[in-house]
């Protein structure tokens, strides 16, 4: 890892030098009054005032609906147009949070788990991450709580902490020192001490590991109703989160033409595991909830070694019920 500085001053010009090298930058920008990550076209639109996005970036690697191949029929003829991987754009992923960087983790173990994934793994090669600290959290955050920080390093190529009249850029890969090289002489070597008092200052609220713990005895345990009257089961938890990752798969035929999509799901839709014969092995909402929180903090971690999960809160921030899960996980660290 290298460790350097770029003036507050000289980060527009290195943008420009990034942007002009890749076909897209994509980065927050603010809509109204919420802010979301589009493509940019200039350093002036995007938008730095904010804790987090509405929805993760997520879908820059793994978009809400994708198209597996296209087909066309002519009589007992079928031409089949598949992925094209030559047609991903290099792009970079500008001013992620620490908490979307490091979701990139869990969709890594997703995606090449028993299959490996060429659509997914293809963006993942063809986009640098350049993250950037958070300086304030709010009380949805809990970042600390799941392993991570307002200043971790991991999934970035790039670390961006800003100082007064700077940024500290903590160069993770080599990726990241491609970025540095196209404008080298803006950087200079940081030697001015720990950047810790320039990120915010999450508490943990709950120890992860020993929560891993309990919910392994926990399948038929009581709460998993108690936490759940409240949820509509809209799925507004799964789209925004940074590592959600149902999918379906979909038939739009048209004519003689047609297409399959594969379309972002969530295991909270009481349709998710509905069985055509009309059976549903997880029929109440209690049973998907203890899915989601299972699957996020055990599943995931006994199978890929990995958390579902990096604390950003987005899932509370967009829950029309207010259903916080920092507050179920708290709930569940303290039960004896």
């Known amino acids: 890892m290298d460790t350097l500085y770029i003036k507050k001053s000289d980060i527009p010009s290195w943008w420009n030098a990034i942007k002009a090298a890749h076909d897209h930058v994509v980065a927050p920008v603010r809509k109204d009054k919420v802010v979301e990550f589009a493509r940019v076209e200039s350093y002036e639109q995007v938008a730095t005032d904010y804790i987090q996005t509405t929805r993760s970036a997520k879908e820059v690697l793994f978009p809400r609906t994708e198209r597996l191949f296209s087909y066309k029929k002519n ?12 047609s991903v754009p290099s792009q970079v992923l500008w001013h992620v949070r620490p908490c979307d960087a490091a979701s990139l983790f869990p969709l890594d173990a997703v995606f090449n788990w028993d299959y490996k994934d060429v659509m997914y793994n293809t963006r993942r090669e063809r986009t640098a991450i350049v993250a950037t600290s958070c300086a304030t959290a709010d009380e949805y955050c809990f970042c600390t709580s799941v392993g991570g920080g307002a200043g971790d390093t991991r ?22 020192k491609s970025l540095v090289a196209l404008s080298q002489n803006l950087f200079t070597e940081y030697t001015a001490g720990d950047k810790d008092k320039y990120v915010a200052d999450v508490p943990r609220v ?40 149902c999918f379906d798969i979909q038939e739009n035929p048209k004519g003689s033409c047609g ?67 920092k507050e179920h996980l708290s709930s569940i660290d303290k039960i004896q």
């Not at 029929?283 to 903090?297: C, D, G, P, V």
């Open 75 to 86: 009589g007992r003829d079928i031409e089949v147009q598949d992925f094209d991987p030559e």
């Open 206 to 245: 709950f120890d992860v590991e020993k929560l891993k713990e309990k919910m392994h005895g926990m399948f038929d345990s009581q709460v998993w109703k108690e936490q759940s009257e409240r949820c509509l089961g809209c799925g507004a938890c799964a789209y925004v989160c940074p590592t959600c990752s």
């Open 155 to 176: 999934g970035s190529d790039i670390l961006l902490t800003y100082t007064a009249d700077g940024a500290i850029a903590e160069v993770m890969t080599e990726k990241g």
């Open 259 to 325: 297409e399959r999509l594969r379309c972002w799901d969530s295991c909270g839709f009481a349709q998710f595991t509905l069985h055509t014969s009309g059976h549903n092995p997880r029929s109440t909402q209690a049973s998907r909830w203890r899915q989601r929180l299972m699957h996020k903090f055990s599943y995931i971690p006994q199978r890929q070694d990995s958390l579902g999960c990096t604390g950003c809160g987005r899932c509370s921030r967009a829950c029309p019920v207010d259903m916080n899960i």
